[in-house]
């Protein structure tokens, strides 16, 4: 049958597993006040957030985890993660790195001494191994733009203003369980500002690496595009091949003001995970922006490929009047992978729009769940969304299913839902094959033209990448 | 003595559980045009796959061999590569894979396996364009997605194009007329002709009789229950007009 080799095929290896080996300060695990205290120390941080992080504990204390997604897995343990690991030897810039991270970071395709010399491309990159941005490269640069681009931990040090005024305005400290622990132990992360009518010359990336082991990633993301500014922005991310569950329970906050525009690309590349759900990492994440002002924008565009659970909404409140949220997304779940991902668009302001475009591919035993919501409130007279979730299935032990919410307050709001699920036909295959293309690239072929929507709203070099990991994924080539 | 390609040795093949080929034999000789025709349900289009090893057909007895060699054991991407073409009767469509990037990575699987210098874009682009050109195809078939909203017209002619830029050996044919108007005919047989070199076999099945106006064949072989019961020269066309296939019986 066409399907031979299919499964094989479809089972591919993960290729950035290897364990950078670096000396590492790693707190034991545990959590509670004295963990809290060691981390804000460490960070040298001001009381203030100290007092903050305590209190989000305090709360934390109070929640339990939820479980309305449609996952399955073992109880979490938090007593027995470690909330804090760094690369032992501080560092200041990038000659100081450690050259075997430097290394890590070529291996999974971005050299930061590349970056920092190639004159043409520039993307100005923050990498953050397990809990500590280890080097900003182009942050002088930026700043002769008024840009500030760099870890959250310098800039609550260096733009306490800022931080105060934002940090919790887009997803609050007790908005959910994971969102109210990471608000407590949060590690590190980026710090973005684009100040007023600036338009970012250069893509901004940050790369996340989990690497010590039984460590959880927490970090925190927060961006501000002022008033009729302009930021692209993207995220990566990866861990070594381990046995053990590891939790990613990370926030984003996006704040865009009048005219200003945030677009946010996430490739997400954590372990999987084994076939039989073995190891892999829980990806719980919150992720939020809010369209402030008028005639603002935000787009959300992510390939999910990684993580052997997946829990995340990018969401949009869409409050300024003729504000735009876009939500693109490429999900793809093979082995023993469970994504339960979608977005929330909140239409508040009038003649606010939204566009959501979810793609779901499962193959092996994988399982992928779209949900979403779409609420037009009675404010927000004149707004429209388009929605539409294809899901595509690969062999017969895989699932997709779709949950759409939509509530419209305003009578005159338009929403427009669409949803298919197809399964790569052998037909297609066998079309593509008789024109002497084998079957590993068939497939891959037409996984790819069915993530077309998503990927051309990638930036070049990331939509390659994007394109490349998904081969990585779904066709087993030996990394 | 002239050249056989395909050699076709009591071919027995099923579809499911049933029986479709009854021990088939058939040779094609090399450089000419062979018609195969027949009743419906006679074993046309389950032998052009079973040529071609779709994944419906199961051979369960006898032979075919491509120059000498048999291929049934071979994989469909491996007898492609190896100059074997089939123009399907309903292409499928494939949503978001662009024709062209289609038809390049199709070209250049081939060029590589002959160890030829892959083609890069624009040498391809150039080529490409000069043959829509020819077949009256328009320049979107470029940018356009593998089929997709296509219509019944525009997909045999983009057959027809793939079958000229990958340059095939063994030309199979399925029911190539089927749902085209006359100058969609005209196109598509224009382009078959020109392919005709004196080297290439071309199989050309079909339930009626118009479209061998066009293509002239050298022979007609009539397939029924199974198994060639006639080869004839095209005289053999007008006289299946006349009588039909019922009064064919088997040699």
């Not at chain 1, 693109?328 to 082995?335: I, N, P």
């Not at chain 1, 939204?354 to 793609?359: A, L, W």
């Not at chain 2, 027949?38 to 061999?65: F, M, Q, R, W």
């Not at chain 2, 064949?217 to 039909?244: F, N, R």
Request: charged residues 25%.
């Amino acid at each position: 049958m066409a399907n031979e080799g299919l499964d094989k095929a479809i089972s591919g290896d993960y290729a950035l597993g290897f364990e950078i080996d670096i000396e590492t300060e790693t707190v034991p695990p545990g959590l509670d006040e004295s963990t809290i205290a060691f981390i804000s120390k460490k960070k040298k941080e001001p009381e203030w957030m100290l007092e903050l992080r305590l209190k989000a504990l305090k709360k934390w204390r109070t929640m339990s985890e939820p479980h309305w997604g449609k996952l399955k897995y073992e109880p979490i343990d938090y007593q027995a993660i470690s909330y804090f690991s760094a690369p032992k030897e501080g560092i200041d810039s990038l000659d100081e790195v450690d050259p075997k991270i430097l290394e890590a970071y070529e291996k999974l395709g971005i050299s930061l001494e590349e970056q920092k010399q190639l004159a043409g491309v520039k993307v100005a990159v923050d990498a953050v191994v397990d809990s500590v941005s280890v080097t900003t490269t182009y942050s002088e640069e930026l700043k002769k733009h008024g840009i500030i681009f760099c870890s959250i931990s310098d800039a609550i040090r260096d733009y306490p203003d800022l931080v105060k005024k934002y940090m919790f305005s887009v997803v609050p400290m007790n908005d959910n369980y994971f969102a109210t622990l990471n608000s407590a132990v949060f590690t590190d992360g980026t710090f973005v500002y684009i100040p007023k009518g600036v338009r970012c010359p250069m893509e901004l990336s940050t790369y996340f690496r989990i690497n010590a082991i039984n460590t959880g990633q927490f970090e925190r993301t927060l961006i501000i595009a002022d008033e009729g500014s302009y930021v692209s922005y993207n995220e990566g991310c990866s861990a070594p091949t381990r046995d053990e569950n590891q939790l990613h329970a990370a926030v984003v906050e996006l704040v865009i003001l009048k005219d200003a525009e945030i677009k946010y690309s996430t490739i997400q590349n954590w372990f999987p995970g084994d076939e039989n759900g073995k190891g892999g990492i829980y990806n719980f994440v919150t992720k939020r922006a809010i369209c402030e002002g008028e005639n603002s924008k935000v787009s959300w565009t992510q390939v999910e490929t990684g993580s052997a659970i997946t829990w995340k909404y990018p969401s949009c409140i869409l409050k300024g009047d003729n504000s735009v949220g876009e939500f693109y997304s490429v999900a793809v779940t093979t082995l023993a992978q469970q994504a339960d991902t979608g977005t929330k668009m909140i239409h508040i302001g009038k003649n606010s729009s939204s566009t959501i475009i979810s793609k779901g591919i499962s193959a092996m035993k994988g399982q992928n769940t779209y949900r979403g919501l779409v609420k037009i409130q009675s404010s927000a007279e004149g707004s429209r969304n388009y929605s539409e979730c294809d899901s595509l299935l690969i062999g017969s032990e895989c699932g997709a299913h779709t949950f759409p919410y939509l509530e419209s307050k305003d009578t005159k709001g338009q929403i427009e839902h669409e949803a298919t699920t197809s399964k790569i036909s052998d037909e297609q295959l066998f079309y593509l094959r008789q024109r002497g293309i084998n079957e590993e690239d068939a497939v891959s072929m037409i996984v790819h033209g069915f993530c077309k929507q998503v990927f051309s709203q990638l930036p070049m070099e990331y939509a390659v990448e994007a394109k490349a990991l998904l081969e990585l994924t779904l066709e087993g080539s030996v990394g | 003595m002239s050249k056989t390609t395909i050699k076709i040795e009591n071919l027995k093949a099923n579809i499911g559980d049933k029986e479709i080929l009854k021990g088939l034999n058939l040779e094609l000789e090399a450089g000419k045009v062979h018609a195969i025709m027949g009743p419906n349900g006679a074993g046309k289009s389950t032998l052009s796959k079973a040529l071609v090893g779709h994944y419906d057909v199961e051979v369960t007895d006898g032979d075919i061999l491509y120059k000498g060699k048999s291929i049934k054991e071979m994989d469909a991407e491996e007898r492609a590569l190896e100059g074997i073409f089939l123009s399907f009767q309903h292409p499928v469509e494939i949503p978001g894979v662009n024709n062209a990037y289609f038809l390049r990575t199709a070209v250049n699987a081939k060029r590589k396996h002959e160890g030829k210098e892959e083609l890069n874009s624009a040498q391809f682009l150039r080529l490409m364009k000069s043959h829509l050109e020819e077949l009256g195809m328009k320049p979107d078939m470029i940018s356009r997605s593998l089929n997709e909203g296509f219509s019944g017209g525009e997909k045999k002619r983009n057959e027809i194009l793939q079958m000229i830029m990958l340059e095939p050996e063994v030309i199979i044919l399925d029911e190539i007329d089927s749902g085209l108007d006359i100058d969609a005919l005209r196109a598509v047989s224009d382009g078959i002709n020109k392919m005709k070199d004196g080297k290439r076999t071309f199989l050309v099945i079909t339930h009626y009789s118009r479209i061998l106006d066009y293509i002239e064949p050298d022979y007609i072989h009539v397939l029924k229950d199974g198994k060639v019961v006639k080869t004839a020269g095209v005289e053999l066309v007008a006289q299946l007009e006349e009588h039909g296939y019922d009064a064919i019986e088997e040699e």
